[in-house]
């Protein structure tokens, strides 16, 4: 199955530190979104990539946010100086016409 | 503000077809409808969609009104893992706004 990967499954930090998570898509999707949900709640957009272009980003996406897609393939989603209100689970889809397809996603812990 | 009303919660017994009903008042003309659910700890997963036809897939059917206005998710015969959270969602092109979704429990 070569789904939607997501790398770390899980991540602790410390406040104040970085983290980077990695997606792999599907890889005749040329579409990629990052979402965050925290617990309770649907997933809430934080950005869209067709291809290499950034095309979209929430108002939840702070300047300490950033997401890359370099080549068009994986995206790496940074957040640096990690507070505790960042704890939350981190997910990826890819798209193929309609439909999302979601990897397991990244949970994030910030003590 | 998620453009969707679900129930929070629901029982359904095992075996018997799950109807998950579904608000969207404010739909427009190119929207789509979209189902998704969750299970614990997972990445959500594709149910169905569909514009304004009825859509039946390997896994459910969805009913949309003819005014577009609402729309039932029906799971033939539920199973002990169809307990999930199961998402609702309007939307086009890139942007899903997800709500809370409705707590699906399969009771045996």
């Known amino acids: 199955d070569t789904g939607v990967s997501q790398d770390p499954r899980h991540k602790i930090t410390k406040r104040g530190q970085n983290v980077t998570f990695r997606c792999d898509p599907i890889s005749e999707h040329n579409r990629l979104y990052w979402y965050r949900q925290t617990l309770g709640q649907g997933p809430e957009f934080l950005t869209y990539?067709?291809?290499?272009?950034?095309?979209?980003k929430s108002r939840l996406l702070s300047d300490r946010f950033s997401a890359e897609r370099p080549k068009g393939s994986f995206s790496t989603l940074e957040i640096q100086r990690t507070e505790q209100g960042d704890s939350a689970m981190y997910l990826c889809?890819?798209?193929?016409?309609?439909?999302?397809?979601f990897g397991p996603g990244t949970r994030l812990l910030v003590l | 503000d998620a453009k969707t009303t679900q129930p929070p919660s629901m029982d359904c017994a095992e075996g018997r077809a799950a109807n998950l009903p579904c608000n969207h008042s404010?739909?427009?003309?190119?929207?789509?409808v979209y189902w998704y659910r969750q299970i614990h700890s997972q990445g959500p997963q594709y149910i169905i969609h569909g514009l304004k036809n009825n859509e039946t897939n390997e896994m459910a059917s969805l009913i949309i009104t003819e005014d577009r206005k609402s729309s039932t998710l029906i799971l033939p015969h539920a199973t002990l893992r169809d307990t999930a959270v199961y998402y609702c969602i309007v939307g086009s092109n890139y942007q899903l706004i997800w709500g809370a979704g409705t707590k699906l429990i399969i009771k045996p």
């Open positions: 990539f067709q291809n290499e272009a950034q095309l979209e």
């Open positions: 889809a890819s798209r193929k016409g309609e439909t999302q397809y």
């Open positions: 404010t739909i427009s003309g190119n929207e789509y």
